[in-house]
Structures are given as structure tokens and as C-alpha cells.
């Protein structure tokens, strides 16, 4: 199974701050048809996963443009520009470019 | 607005059966591949089983595989998880989620249902 590792694991912020959490992969997400199927989640504490970002830069709708992907390959990062309090919690990426789905172990993003 | 709604956990014995269901509403539920998804109490997220959009095809976790079964019912836009065999290791909550096959994601999530296998 491809393995996603997530750094850092906790991550502290102020607010206003910008951070990014990276996401590597084990094998390349690039798929043979060009697509690189690589999404990043957010868990807010006592909440189900939402979806952030989704084929590795495109914002899912509603989602504030502070969030940004970016990668390819193996490397893939989430940038937050201007971390508010409601980003607060664990984030996710997760891979469906090879069977089966793997997510990362996740980042805790809190509050410095 | 698109709504996934969990219902069937609780407390079970190991070796002992249990099923989940998923009410979808706010989206065209026999377009949309679906999908399970689990998280074990303070650990990250396991992907568990999907089925396609018509039920024609179903995928699962090799350590599901055999115990577990994935189903739909258009018709009554539900998901189902039958889960037999239950072991200690498949305690967690359940998460029904939206599978976008377009992007091979997880787009909607319900809130969740706890399963608690333990004797």
C-alpha cells in the first residue's frame, strides 16, 4: 500500500500566521491517464473529515482561498495564509491514484 | 444541501454481526459512488469499503475482506455496511462518505457512527 507521510505531526500557530504541512508519498500519485488524485481533508475537533482541497490545487466550493496545494510526484504541500481560529484541528492528505485509498497519519494544527 | 446520516452502531461481541446504514438526501444518490470509512478512537482515518454507483462493483480492505459486505438500495437512496465476524481491531467510528469516482475522493461525510466491539 502507498504511504503517505505527513510532517510535522503538530504544528503551532498564531494567529495570522502562515503554515504548511507537507504530505510525501511512498510511490507517485501521478496516474497513467494524467491525473494525480491527491486531496487534503480537515478534521475540526469533535467534527467528521471535510474536504479542503481535491486533485491536489482545485479549492473545493466554500472553502476560503487562505488554503492552497501544491506538488506533484511524490511531494505535495497545503499552505494556510492567515491561519484563523476556525482552521484549528487535524489535517489529512489522501491518496486514490493507487488501490487501496491511504490517508496520512495527519497534522494537529493549534494554537501557539 | 447534501446530508449523510448514520444509524446501527453500538456495543457488540467479538465474532458477533452487526449492520450499518447511511440515508443520503440533498444529491442525486444513484450517480455517486459511496463509500466507508473508519476511524479507530484517537487514530487517523482507514479506508474501508466503496461501491459504485449502480452496485455492480464493490472494493474493500484486505482485512475486511470476506467479513464485510457493501450494498446499496437506490431506490431508498441508503448504504449499507454489513459487518460479520467482528473483531476487537474494527472498533471505530464509521463514516459514510461520498465517493467521487471523477476524483477518486471522499467530497461528503456523514457525522459518524460508533462501533464498539469488546465482550
Known amino acids: 500500500d502507498v504511504v503517505l507521510t505527513q510532517t510535522p505531526p503538530t504544528l503551532s500557530a498564531t494567529i495570522g500566521q502562515s503554515v504548511s504541512i507537507s504530505c510525501r508519498s511512498s510511490?507517485?500519485?501521478?496516474?497513467?491517464?494524467?491525473?494525480?488524485?491527491l486531496h487534503w481533508l480537515l478534521q475540526r475537533p469533535g467534527q467528521s473529515p471535510q474536504l479542503l482541497i481535491y486533485?491536489?490545487?482545485r479549492l473545493e466550493s466554500g472553502v476560503p482561498n487562505r488554503f492552497s496545494g501544491s506538488g506533484s510526484g511524490t511531494d505535495f504541500t497545503l499552505k494556510i495564509s492567515g491561519v484563523e481560529a476556525e482552521d484549528l484541528g487535524v489535517y489529512y492528505c489522501?491518496?486514490?491514484?493507487?488501490?487501496?485509498?491511504?490517508f496520512g497519519a495527519g497534522t494537529k494544527l493549534e494554537l501557539k | 444541501e447534501v446530508q449523510l446520516v448514520e444509524s446501527g452502531g453500538g456495543l457488540v461481541q467479538p465474532g458477533r454481526s452487526m449492520k450499518l446504514s447511511c440515508a443520503a438526501s440533498?444529491?442525486?444518490?444513484?450517480?455517486?459512488?459511496m463509500a466507508w470509512v473508519r476511524q479507530a478512537p484517537t487514530k487517523g482515518l482507514e479506508w474501508v469499503a466503496t461501491?459504485?454507483?449502480?452496485?455492480?462493483?464493490?472494493y474493500y480492505r484486505d482485512s475486511v475482506k470476506g467479513r464485510f459486505t457493501i450494498s446499496r438500495d437506490n431506490a431508498k437512496s441508503t448504504l449499507y455496511l454489513q459487518m460479520n465476524s467482528l473483531r476487537s481491531e474494527d472498533t471505530a467510528t464509521y463514516y459514510c462518505t461520498r465517493n467521487t469516482i471523477t476524483v477518486r475522493g471522499f467530497d461528503y461525510w456523514g457525522q459518524g457512527v460508533m462501533v464498539t466491539v469488546s465482550s
Open positions: 486533485l491536489v490545487s
Open positions: 440533498g444529491f442525486t444518490f444513484s450517480n455517486y459512488g
Open positions: 510511490q507517485s500519485l501521478l496516474h497513467s491517464n494524467g491525473n494525480t488524485y
Open positions: 461501491i459504485s454507483y449502480d452496485g455492480s462493483s464493490t
Open positions: 489522501v491518496q486514490g491514484t493507487h488501490a487501496p485509498y491511504t
